[in-house]
């Protein structure tokens, strides 16, 4: 497994690196980075400066230019810097040549989102999710650097035959592994499935969202429940399933890990069966934070996502949450360009999305101060009704109330 970088008491201290191409904008470069430095507090890491390169596309041999590559050496000579933290995934030859050069520890967004994960991790189902997730991560970069493998091998025979390198030993070690993590997945894959379906026919709903949206804060209020919830990100790594009784009609909601940009490939298949309860829910709520200043940009990151892991045509009621944090930014009213989004006041977003969303209704809402939560509550209410009637059609409207009132 991955070993996280050594905590002495005190946090490493990183350099971040992000690269403007024509693919992404400096407007978007700060954006990410802003991300990137979060994602590094997770990980207790300390920034200590952003360094960007404006070029046509990363550079193949280390990512970033040599002169900006020489700046940053000597940046994190004079300051002591722990470790190098790139925005995108690097290659591993990117990486053998970037380590070489700085003699520093250098990460990648995907190898620093598995750090996290790996941090979250508490179930053994977790566990043994993202220890697949790093194992894939790992195999194609393994270097001499890689020494913890020795730890695994032990006894007599077990390093193979005579001549056999060092490197093909650990290669091997990690291809059982993987192939022991994936045969262990699949059981458990197999197990969660029979779970699923002795719940019954119980009309299903997934909280879905980017990362530290309020996802798990709102669990709580539906199910009257005391999921964990924490204002950092990937708080939540294992699906928690909660019943939940509206008026006097019953339905299960599941929480899921959160989604971020660049998620890594390697987390989205080792969380196949987490993602299952995405996949095989009736109804998604999509919860949205709308005080965070790019909200479009992480709305449409999510959907990309569920496109990608085939809920994309799920039915969908988008969630927008923290309408208590949410400030417009200043428009001069003598300005002549039309208003961003972000200088729009919540009413005239309501007005847009409400608007914007055709087949998808929406509810603005804040979770933590308990604002319009019953209006959530009966929008639910006739949207899981029309479910389960359509599931039961010999079981009567006239059985269910006209209107959900909260008892």
Known sequence: ????????????????????????????????????????????????????????????????????????????????????????????????????????????????????????????????????????????????????????????????GAGEKEIETDRR?????????????????????????????????ALVGYTNVGKSTLMNILSKSDVFAENKLFATLDTTVRKVVLGNLPFLVSDTVGFIRKLPTQLIESFKSTLDETREADLLLHVVDISHHNFEEQYETVKQTLNEIRAGEKPVIVVFNKIDAYRPAHHDPDDLAPKRVEQYSLEELKETWMARMAGEECIFISAAQRINIDGLRKLLYERVKALHLVRYPYESDLLFKDDYIEP
Request: aromatic residues 6%; charged residues 30%.
């Open 1 to 160: 497994m991955i070993d996280s970088l050594e905590r002495k008491g005190q946090a490493e201290k990183a350099v971040l690196v992000g690269l403007i191409t024509d693919a992404q904008d400096a407007a978007h470069v700060n954006e990410y980075l802003d991300e990137l430095e979060f994602l590094a507090t997770t990980a207790e890491i300390a920034t200590l400066k952003r360094f960007t390169q404006r070029l046509h596309k990363p550079d193949g041999h280390s990512y970033i230019g040599s002169g900006k590559l020489a700046e940053v050496k000597q940046w994190m000579t004079d300051h002591a810097a722990d470790c190098v933290i790139f925005d995108d995934e690097l290659s591993p030859a990117q990486q053998r040549n970037l380590e070489k050069e700085l003699g520093k520890p250098v990460l990648d967004r995907p190898r620093l989102i598995l750090d996290i994960f790996a941090r979250r991790a508490r179930s053994a189902h977790a566990k043994k999710q993202v220890e697949l997730a790093q194992y894939e991560y790992m195999l194609p970069r393994l270097t001499k650097l890689w020494t913890h493998l020795e730890r695994q091998r032990g006894g007599t025979g077990t390093r193979g």
């Open 173 to 205: 070690i990690i291809r059982d592994r993987i192939a022991l993590l994936k045969s262990q997945l699949k059981d458990i894959d197999k197990q969660m499935a029979t779970q699923r379906g002795n719940r019954g026919k119980l009309v299903r709903l």
